[in-house]
């Protein structure tokens, strides 16, 4: 079993940052993937952004791309997303995500952690 929290969530005025982390314990794996995920009110949930964990590469939702960055440090074992210029568009329940190659989801999830962008 892997168990994934989140944190860093909060209130921000637009045009501010906030950085979510989310730390990964439990069974640990070779090849996988974590991903950001959001969820605002009404909606369904939505990609934000992920990274390959041993590779690296990262891919972003458009609505974010140059706004938010994804990054894992090995070291600790988390995955942290930086977001700036937010918006209130922004505002949702934020989740943490990960995905075993060479499944095509995301099986395992955090609890999430809110954000809210004020205007």
Do not use: H
């Not at 005025?13 to 730390?23: D, E, I, V, Y």
């Not at 992920?50 to 070291?75: C, L, M, P, Q």
Request: glycine share 12%; net charge positive.
């Amino acid at each position: 079993q892997v168990q994934l929290v989140e944190s860093g969530g909060g209130l921000v005025q637009a045009g501010g940052s906030l950085r979510l982390s989310c730390a990964v314990s439990g069974r640990t794996f070779s090849n996988y993937v974590m991903g950001w995920f959001r969820r605002a009110p009404g909606k369904e949930r939505e990609f934000v952004a992920s990274i390959t964990w041993s590779g690296g590469k990262t891919f972003y939702a458009d609505s974010v791309k140059g706004r938010f960055t994804i990054s894992k440090n090995t070291a600790k074992n988390t995955v942290d997303l930086q977001m700036n210029s937010l918006k209130p568009e922004d505002t949702a329940v934020y989740y943490c995500g990960l995905k075993l190659l060479p499944s095509a989801d995301f099986g395992s999830w955090g609890q999430g952690t809110q954000v809210t962008v004020s205007s």
